[in-house]
């Protein structure tokens, strides 16, 4: 596998996030594997499955799946300080519906995820790599979108939130050109919780905008 989703700029753990991975790995972690796997024996019940792709920290993971019990989520992330914030928040609050996963989403598409088993993806905030000799490295491109329409069940939704103007431009002509999807810019949905980030972008006068594409 080639051309990964993002570029490691460090890792900063803390103890305690680095305890609480240890911990909590085997209850809310899912090791990587180069076979398919059966998603709904991941979670207690069997229920609608939502993949969120590179959740951070994990404040806007929890907060959903908290509200949201009847849904299972599935984390996907690279940042090793955010698989642990996140797992002490699941603990703290006894979520049961969610599962992480420590690698390239890329990777997982390749060869973790089975086609069309996905009825969800949630990509919140993407980096959106603002110098023009960097936009190669934007996970929105021609390539990603082929992969999640592969994954996502007939009928299955993509939602994306950007607080970066041309980014949101560069989102709405690359699906411009795709007829994998429909759908475009929406209203921000009361269920996607305002984390600090966003409220940060927010406080600079940084415009967000929500994306819901449907599977064609």
């Not at 920290?57 to 989520?73: F, K, L, V």
């Not at 603990?91 to 973790?112: G, P, Q, S």
Request: net charge neutral; glycine share 6%; with cysteine.
């Amino acid at each position: 596998m080639t051309n990964r989703s993002y570029r490691l700029r460090g890792v900063r753990i803390t103890p305690s996030q680095q305890a609480a991975r240890d911990t909590l790995w085997e209850i809310y972690g899912v090791a990587f594997s180069e076979n398919k796997i059966d998603l709904d024996s991941l979670f207690p019940k069997q229920q609608p499955i939502v993949l969120e792709i590179g959740y951070g920290m994990g404040e806007a993971t929890w907060q959903i799946a908290r509200a949201n019990p009847d849904i299972n989520y599935l984390g996907v992330e690279v940042h090793m300080p955010g698989a642990g914030k996140l797992m002490a928040r699941l603990a703290e609050y006894e979520i049961k519906n969610v599962r992480l996963i420590e690698r390239d989403i890329f990777e997982v598409f390749h060869y973790m995820l089975k086609d069309e088993c996905l009825d969800g993806v949630h990509l919140f905030f993407p980096d959106p790599w603002p110098k023009k000799r960097h936009f190669k490295r934007r996970i929105i491109q021609e390539r990603f979108l082929n992969e999640v329409a592969t994954k996502l069940k007939p009928g299955g939704y993509l939602h994306i939130a950007t607080d970066w103007v041309p980014y949101a431009e560069w989102i709405t002509d690359v699906f411009a050109h795709s007829e994998l999807f429909s759908g475009g810019v929406i209203k921000r949905p009361d269920w996607r919780p305002l984390t600090r980030f966003e409220g940060q972008g927010i406080s600079k006068d940084h415009a967000v905008n929500d994306f819901r594409f449907i599977k064609a």
